[in-house]
């Protein structure tokens, strides 16, 4: 069975740090690109930041541009979400996911292969 299981959530202050993980067991994921998704209570599902199969390429939404680092350990089948400088508004549950195709990442959440069941991340003010 495929699962996608995140980690590394909890409650953090403001200005803090947090790092999740999401390790993908049940098959490899050779080839697909990797990315987290967030939603806040109340709103709907947002894209976080996207990884390519190789990680040469990154991609952030703007409101995380300059905090988030996305990375990925191909050996550990795991992809990584750095979280600095937090903020009340990145309080959500944060969502990982895989497809076969970077844009599917980036513009067609209905369109993932796979998706973890998400991990909480609170900030306090």
Known sequence: QVQLVESGGGLVQAGGS???SCAASGRT?????????RQAPGKEREFVAAITWSGGSTYYA???KGRFTISRDKSKN???LRMRSLNVEDTAVYYCAAATTIATILRRPDGMDYWGKGT?????S
């Open 18 to 20: 947090l790092r999740l």
């Open 29 to 37: 994921f050779s080839g697909y690109a990797m990315g987290w998704y």
């Open 62 to 64: 703007d409101s995380v």
């Open 78 to 80: 795991t992809v990584y």
């Open 120 to 124: 909480l991340v609170t900030v306090s």
